[in-house]
């Protein structure tokens, strides 16, 4: 676990003095602990930025040293602008470097599976995992591996190797990173237009087709239908005889 040092100096409580402080390149900023009454202080930007840029990042150690003292003290949170990034306040926990302390760690993907070769697409569900360890045992990252993983295949947190000393706890079995098959385009078949099919509701006959439609002179010799009229000029039928 890397660790390095940084400089403080205490400050007057007050927003009036932390805008003064900032306009400084400080960083106004408090630490806290379990055997620590608050401390409300400050800290140059340029080293603080410096002191994170290591590969551990936000869980770097730092050897505060303000008042000719030295505590070891971890970032445990922070404010930065929203536009320039940069950090406008912060805050610092005093560790015990023979207690466990839960922290977050950034989750390594390694390899490429044969799956995503296949055509798969690799589904991260997690990029970082909580853990509990010592201070000095902080991992840089956690590494998972899917070289092996193949389509509908994944890696649960049951499955990974944390470091010696690393603890995970969790209720749950949750999913690190899977493969899934590929999303099929569905195929719109056109359908046909209204009309076009025969016999359709809404299609008009062709002339003629329609035997004993409305208004059209039945064959010859064929008897009308009940309640026709005659057609204009026909014989009126002769009365049966008694």
Do not use: W
Request: proline letters at 6%.
């Amino acid at each position: 676990m890397e660790r390095t040092s940084l400089e403080a100096v205490k400050r007057e409580k007050g927003k009036g003095g932390a805008a003064s402080l900032r306009r400084k390149s400080m960083v106004p900023g408090i630490l806290y602990g379990k055997k620590f009454e608050p401390v409300t202080l400050a800290v140059d930007e340029k080293m603080l930025e410096e002191a994170v840029k290591t590969t551990a990042g936000m869980n770097v150690l730092l050897d505060l040293k303000l008042e000719g003292k030295d505590t070891v003290v971890r970032i445990r949170d922070y404010q930065a602008d929203p536009i320039k990034r940069n950090f406008t306040h912060i805050d610092f926990q005093a560790i015990d470097l023979t207690q466990k302390m839960v922290v977050e760690i950034p989750i390594h993907i390694d390899g490429k599976s044969k799956g995503v070769k296949e055509g798969g697409v690799l589904v991260i569900d997690r990029r970082t995992l909580q853990v509990k360890c010592l201070p000095n045992a902080i991992p840089q990252n956690i590494v998972v591996d899917i070289t092996e993983l193949d389509v509908g295949d994944n890696i649960h947190v049951n499955d990974l190797k944390l470091p010696e000393g690393v603890e995970c706890h969790h209720d749950v079995n949750f999913s690190i990173v899977s493969v899934v098959a590929p999303m099929k385009e569905e195929v719109v078949v056109p359908t046909a237009e209204a009309g076009a099919v025969a016999g359709a509701e809404g299609a008009a006959p062709a002339a003629g087709a329609v035997a004993g439609a409305a208004g059209a002179a039945p064959a010859a010799g064929a008897a009308p239908a009940a309640g026709a009229a005659p057609a204009a000029g026909a014989a009126k039928a002769a009365p049966a005889k008694k």
